[in-house]
């Protein structure tokens, strides 16, 4: 056996065990648990003020109706009709309602415990600081921040308030995702080799924020791509160590400067595992996660839609049952923040910063053509 065959047996296995402790811990995760017979006991609730009441809070808001363990009990928002709307539909008083000025009073209430981030990009570092200094746990939609800077002084400002801070990565707690992260970890595939991720949709309305980089941050990278960076780290379950990128633009006119249309990029695993990738925003029906090691493979497509998610691996179809996938992470969450549960794949501020220093290279990569190098641990 080679050096380098012993170093990647090295790295599976240790990827493998660390992987494998939530599993011997002596708690089953809430979604292991039965679900039907839980009910929402007071004190074990996640009250959940949704600041930004756009498209996929209202997802979020709706899924959350199903949850055993997490509740709207706040809104924050700029408009108030808005607030009267969904504070009627959602039972939400007024006294819990908020807008962006005046949001730094949930700090004296006693009804919130954490606050939600459904915002454009750009404004998540400023409204989770407030929030942290409020003294509430921050959970934030993706991408955590617009560059890793950013992402950093997130991570600074909830430590120092003492609270918690989750990215809404709600693929980490889906069913068959898991399955396949299970039989990775349990060798069913050898060693990885291949990670293949096709994250992308046509864009329309030329005048959304997605397609301004004041409030995006940049383009399809920041909204879409993100789907293959992160999956591409807990599909092959290892962090990256370079990454090449190579960008095209075919429409100047609606891509403007610094907002990226498409962009290829690869990735370097310390295992040998490399991942080729592609981010659109010009191309439909691109959502497909493909792996292959070597004594299997496994394929997610959709991979990352709001589901049903499906896949299959060498051994056959995934058959895990769909649930709405802001339920479950929505009930998680509330375990992880409430009793301190570890999740098999981590949904903290760390992994978000993880995915905006990977963004930084891979825009940086794209200028120059050349590999950058990623140190993504301290
Ligand atoms: P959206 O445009 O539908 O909603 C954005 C909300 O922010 C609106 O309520 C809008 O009024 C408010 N807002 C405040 N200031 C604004 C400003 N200056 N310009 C525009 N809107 C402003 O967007 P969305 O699709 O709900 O996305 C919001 C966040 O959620 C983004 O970070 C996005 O990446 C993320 N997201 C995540 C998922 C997921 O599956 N995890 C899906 C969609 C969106």
Redesign the pocket.
């Known amino acids: 056996m080679t050096l380098d065959h012993l170093r990647r047996n090295f790295l599976q296995k240790l990827v493998a065990s660390a992987a494998a402790v939530p599993l011997l811990s002596p708690y089953r995760t809430f979604a292991q648990a039965d679900r039907a017979s839980t009910g929402s006991h007071p004190g074990t609730t996640l009250r959940v003020a949704l600041m930004?009441?756009?498209?996929?809070?209202a997802r979020v808001a709706e899924a959350m109706q199903s949850c055993k363990r997490a509740k709207v009990t706040g809104l924050i928002?700029?408009?108030p009709s808005k607030l009267q709307e969904w504070g009627t539909k959602y039972g939400v008083p007024e006294k819990s309602r908020y807008n962006y000025d005046n949001f730094d009073r949930i700090k004296d209430d006693a009804d919130i415990d954490a606050v939600y981030i459904?915002?454009?990009?750009a404004?998540h570092r400023d409204q989770a600081i407030r929030v942290a200094k409020a003294g509430k746990h921050v959970i934030c939609?993706?991408?955590m921040a617009v560059n890793a800077k950013e992402g950093q002084e997130m991570l600074d400002a909830c430590a120092e308030a003492g609270v918690k801070l989750l990215v809404?990565y709600?693929l980490h707690f889906e069913p068959k995702t898991l399955e396949v992260i299970r039989m990775r970890n349990a060798g069913d595939f050898g060693n990885i080799l291949f990670f293949q991720g096709l994250s992308g949709f046509r864009i329309g309305d030329p005048s959304q924020?997605r397609l301004d980089k004041a409030?995006a941050g940049g383009g399809s990278l920041m909204?879409i791509g993100i789907y293959a960076i992160n999956g591409a780290r807990y599909m092959v379950g290892e962090d990256p160590v370079w990454v090449t990128a190579q960008q095209t633009k075919t429409d100047p006119v609606k891509f403007k400067e610094g907002v990226d249309e498409t962009i290829q990029f690869q990735l370097g695993f310390p295992s040998g595992a490399v991942a080729s990738c592609l981010s659109t925003y010009q191309m439909n029906h691109l959502d497909r996660f493909f792996m292959t090691g070597e004594r299997g493979f496994a394929e997610l497509r959709p991979a990352t839609g709001y589901g049903p998610i499906q896949g299959r691996t060498h051994k056959g179809e995934l058959t895990q049952p769909h649930a709405m996938h802001q339920t479950i992470q929505m009930d998680e969450m509330a375990g992880i923040l409430l009793d301190g549960n570890t999740p098999v794949v981590p949904v903290d501020g760390e992994e978000g910063l993880k995915d905006l220093k990977i963004i930084d290279a891979i825009y940086a990569a794209s200028e120059t053509g050349g590999r950058r190098q990623l140190r993504l641990s301290k």
Request: a neutral charge.
């Open positions: 930004g009441l756009g498209s996929y809070a928002s700029g408009t459904i915002t454009p990009n404004q939609e993706k991408p809404g709600r924020w409030l909204d």
